[in-house]
């Protein structure tokens, strides 16, 4: 990377992987498809510098899951990557192989909507405990306690 | 081997519950880690989702308890960004007062567990003595040791009287005495510190790849530090400087923190110099309009990233909560492959974890297809007792 | 188990367990202000060791549990195994908010009902979190109601006492100080 990197020069480099749409003088934010969302990545890793990535953040649209891939670099911009899920096949590629710190955060993310990220072989709970029964996804927001099913806690006794 | 020196956030005998991960261990090495963090779990991004901003400020205080303030700041600033209000600069220089005692309390407070995990107890409660004095000051401003709920949209909730401004500045000279001379321990007595040498070493490009943030990032030598990338606050007008290091390992990390708290001792001491005058809050919509932020903050452990997003009702629509510790944990499992089953208090303790992750060890041996659970006074135990010489 | 206090073996534990509580602390889901605080009443601007107190890692040794946080549904069994392996006679603290109703995580999803649908509690420290000033207060609270328990034989006086003049349907009502 010799040059510096700027906002024009990302929306001129990323133009074939989505729309671009800038947020404010050091953000850009980029719509694209899980299809190309992993060569997207690897297109920032190497031709832009981006070398860490920031979070995934997950938004439920009702129709939709939005998932948004924060990613920074050493010039300090933040690009946001953003796919859209449909709601009753959640499924995208999983870019931990590109970054091993998404590994914990998709791990987070399927345990709390129910996204499929194909590929990561560490798909198990984390943030429930093992009781929580495998298909109540509790970020959804049409998701309310059952209250005939057993969440946890002390078995009888949940008052 | 590498020795190993632990630091990791309050464990006192007295606690029960440090991180939890399994670890699938073949004898004595370590081969895989699997981490559970549903013991803590609370539920409070759904819980955000149903109250309205005066309401959710409070909740998302108690997310953590030793950095209370980082995320109702970072959450008051993204809702302020949104909205497209300008906060008047007095609140501006309160906020970061508060933020950066905030980050002198906890890493006093993580120097003092450090030094007990290495059987060094005088420095834990010189650390923690000094400690006190900070939280005299946070007490005196904001009516609470600990989560001081002094954000609000738009301000803060509360005005510094200028007694409360002499008082703060008047007890900074003795804490400075005392901050030197940890800086000076760092610096010059390594002896005091030679277990933290070479333990837990992250290389910078691994510091990149796995993710890291704060201190333990800064200590091999990733100069990202929120407060310079993205400036908020009065961070832009305080005379101060990153800190870096270029040992990275628990030793750098300890000298990370040690002069960080000099530089937040300077902080301090400029905003309560130099207080501009003025309102402490404006008048804020009740509905923020629609709109998404990413809002990060440098909480004392690392970045902090709030994802909000508003869909033009007094309640946010979805509040992503990353904290710091999450995006630590990946080097740290990284780092304990092959390394003993003795050695994990230490690893685990560098990257300053925040105890809202709280858990505990269960170790399931492959060879011999047993499980156990060990506490964490046990693992300090095994590694003291693995190491008789330096106890 | 409302044992007389006869005999000097007897007198002698009362006495040092009044005297000398042991204690054990367990975290089932809290933000760890609570922890700190405790941590602090240890450190030399509080200094309840000089009081005889020690705070112990094991239950089995102790008098004394403080419980802090609102337990989430992975920590209700653990907790109430906890509990199990306290040696009689017990006393339990719930600090903070938390304890008392749930603070500000009452009702959410991964939530127990509150604290004492686990465990029964003996006295309830407010503050979010308390200080350590009122967490010692609460401790010597603990000792009075154990000196109490133990001039009535046990603690069965303080359960089945109804307000006077209130129906309760023959319900028990725990403790609270």
């Known amino acids: 990377m010799n040059r510096p990197v700027t906002i024009d020069t990302i929306t001129e480099r990323m133009k074939e992987f989505g729309t671009a749409g ?20 690897t297109t920032s890793q ?3 510098g981006f070398d860490r990535l920031i979070t995934i953040s997950t938004v439920d649209n009702g129709q939709t899951f939005e998932l948004l891939y924060h990613l920074i670099g050493s010039d300090r911009i933040i690009m946001s990557l953003a796919i859209d899920l449909p709601r009753d096949n959640p499924v995208t590629p999983t870019v931990s192989d590109l970054l091993p710190s998404a590994g914990i955060y998709e791990r987070q993310i399927h345990d709390l909507f129910g996204i499929v990220f194909s590929g990561n072989p560490n798909m198990k709970r984390i943030m429930l405990n093992e009781d929580w029964p495998p298909e109540e996804y509790p970020l959804r927001k049409d998701w309310k306690p059952n209250p005939d099913v057993f969440y946890g806690g002390i078995k009888g006794e949940r008052s | 081997m590498p020795e190993v020196v632990v630091s990791i956030g309050p464990h006192h005998p007295a606690l029960k519950e440090p991180v939890n991960f399994k670890v699938i261990a073949d004898g004595e090495k370590i081969v895989r880690l699997e981490l559970d963090l549903s ?21 998302l205080e108690r997310v953590c308890g030793i950095c209370s303030h980082s995320h109702s700041t970072a959450f008051a600033k993204g809702i302020e960004e949104i909205m497209q209000v300008g906060i008047p600069p007095r609140a501006q220089y309160i906020r970061t007062i508060i933020a950066e005692l905030e980050r002198m309390h906890s890493h ?23 400690r006190e ?35 703060a500045l008047g007890r900074l000279p003795n804490l400075e005495e005392r901050i030197n001379k940890y800086v000076d321990m760092v610096n010059y007595e390594e002896t005091m510190l030679i277990r933290f040498r070479g333990v837990g070493r992250l290389s910078k490009e691994e510091a990149l790849r796995y993710g890291t943030v704060g201190p333990t990032a800064r200590a091999s030598g990733v100069d990202y530090d929120v407060r310079k990338d993205d400036p908020y606050l009065a961070y832009a007008d305080a005379p101060w400087n990153v800190v870096t290091d270029t040992h990275g390992d628990v030793y750098g990390r300890t000298r990370v923190r040690v002069w960080e708290l000099q530089e937040s001792l300077g902080i301090v001491r400029f905003c309560l110099e130099n207080l501009p005058e003025g309102p402490i809050r404006v008048p804020v919509p009740k509905n923020a309009p629609k709109g998404e932020i990413l809002s990060r903050y440098e909480a004392p452990r690392g970045e902090l990233a709030h994802f909000i997003r508003t869909n033009g009702t007094d309640k946010v629509e979805r509040v992503d909560i990353r904290t710091p510790t999450l995006a630590n944990w990946t080097s740290v499992a990284m780092c304990l492959v092959n390394q003993n089953i003795a050695d994990i ?5 560098a990257i300053d974890p925040c105890l809202s992750c709280t858990s505990r060890i269960t170790l399931l ?15 300090i135990r095994r590694y003291r007792s693995r190491h008789p010489e330096e106890v | 188990m409302a044992v007389p206090e006869t005999g000097m073996s007897r007198r002698l534990m009362s006495w040092a367990r009044a005297k000398s509580p042991w204690i054990t602390v367990y975290n089932s889901g809290a933000c760890n202000a609570c922890d700190i605080e405790i941590i602090a009443c240890l450190m030399p601007r509080f200094d309840v060791e000089r009081f005889g107190i020690l705070v112990k890692g094991s239950p089995r040794h102790a008098d004394i549990l403080i419980v802090t946080g609102h337990v989430t549904l992975k920590q209700a069994s653990r907790l109430r195994r906890v509990f199990e392996q306290m040696p009689e006679p017990k006393y339990v603290i719930a600090m903070g908010a938390c304890g008392a109703s749930g603070g500000v995580f009452h009702g959410l999803y991964h939530m127990m009902s509150s604290v004492d649908s686990v465990i029964p509690i003996d006295v309830y420290v407010a503050g979010c979190p308390p200080r350590p000033d009122e967490i010692i207060n609460a401790v010597v609270t603990c000792l009075n109601l154990m000196e109490e328990d133990t001039a009535h034989g046990g603690k069965e006086w303080r359960q089945k006492k109804p307000a006077p003049g209130v129906d309760t349907e023959g319900k028990s009502c725990t403790v609270a100080s």
Request: hydrophobic content about 45%.
């Open chain 1, 22 to 41: 800038q947020v404010r003088k050091n953000r850009i934010r980029m719509k694209t498809v899980p299809e190309k969302i992993h060569d997207a990545i």
């Open chain 1, 46 to 48: 190497a031709m832009l």
């Open chain 2, 39 to 59: 013991y803590n779990h609370r539920g409070v991004e759904k819980a955000a989702e149903q109250r309205d901003f005066i309401r959710v400020l409070p909740l």
């Open chain 2, 108 to 130: 006093l407070l993580w120097l003092g567990v450090a030094a007990h995990l290495i059987g060094f107890n005088t420095l834990f409660m010189w650390t923690w003595r000094d």
């Open chain 2, 133 to 167: 004095a900070v939280q005299d000051t946070l007490e005196e401003m904001s009516g609470n040791r600990v989560h001081y709920n002094m954000n609000e949209i738009g301000g803060v909730r509360c005005d510094l009287t200028p007694a409360q401004v002499n008082a």
């Open chain 2, 345 to 349: 208090p230490v690893i685990v303790a």
């Open chain 2, 365 to 379: 041996d492959n060879r011999t297809k047993k499980a156990g659970v060990m506490s964490f006074d046990e693992l």
